[in-house]
């Protein structure tokens, strides 16, 4: 059983490092850099509005 | 001692950015592009990576994209290697949790039906972190960063705290979404001293994936079934109420290695593995 968990890990992680190189190819880094630069209000909970 | 040393620097390291704090701003170099694997809010003025619960709300929810295989692919990455290491080894907010647990109060454990809780965190994932963002969207065609608008109180305290501080003109624009967020805060806080870790337990949806990801990742805690005696201190050890000797892959553990200081004979392990110990396995079986 550890075995064949182990080995569903590693297909997950190779899976995941595709995933990621897959994911900076089509430019999602940008998007994660241009949200992370600015102060999000509504996720620090400033604003009016629920 | 050690994990709370490496907990402090993971911390530190992740918020570094001292003039924030100072000036009320938010680092904006190059490494914002890349997710820490903990909760650490990326409007923390410290903050120099970004929290991959934003991260992933902000992907699904622009015009853009409708996936992020950035974001998903780093978190399946981490948790595939580590599983929740990463919860009880480097989250900052676990560690501040645990802090606040250390507080001399009466504590309590979740017992019976009341542990049932733990599941709430994996709707709150499938919900405020993919469902709202993806499919309630504004005129823009932008979804809504749910869990960090309604739920995160890693967002009030690491990032409105601080940012109110240096700057209090803030408190001008805090209205009811504000209360909201504080009063989860708060509560978050106050059960903080008798619970240990409630939000890892109830309501991280990072903690539901690493959780998930506990049953296949390459460090696994074992034990060995030749050696264990199921005198179960492990499990009165355990802060979690983890029973690690019947279910060492269980979501709810954090890695923190505790049982294995009280294991009598040493039946548990924990490392990184690539390959199956014929001697070890993971469940315990009965030989009587």
Known sequence: M????????????????????????????????????????????IGWIL | MRRKIIQAVSAIVSNSYIPGFLKGTIYQGKLKSICVPGLNCYSCPGAIGSCPIGSLQAVLGSWKYRFSYYVLGLILLFGGFLGRWICGWICPFGLFQELLYKIPVKKIKLKGNWRKLSWVKYPVLLMFVIILPLFVVNIAGLGSPAFCKYICPAGTLEGALPLMIADPGLLDNAGALFVLKASIAIAVVA???????????????????????????????????????????????????????????????????????????????SEIRFRKKEEVHGRIERTN
């Open chain 1, 2 to 45: 550890v075995g064949k968990r182990k080995t569903i890990g590693i297909i997950i992680i190779a899976i995941a490092a595709g995933m990621v190189g897959y994911g900076i190819f089509r430019d999602e880094i940008t998007d994660v850099f241009n949200k992370a630069i600015r102060i999000c209000l509504e996720c620090i909970g």
């Open chain 2, 191 to 269: 059960v903080s001293m008798v619970l240990f870790r409630p939000f890892c337990r109830i309501l991280c949806p990072l903690g539901a994936i690493y959780g998930w990801m506990n049953k296949v990742s390459l460090y696994q805690m074992e034990v060995d079934t030749g050696k264990c005696i199921e005198c179960g201190r492990c499990t009165l050890q355990c802060k979690l109420d983890v029973e690690i000797y019947k279910n060492p892959a269980s979501a709810e553990c954090i890695r923190c290695g505790e049982c294995k200081t009280v294991c009598p004979t040493g039946a548990i392990s």
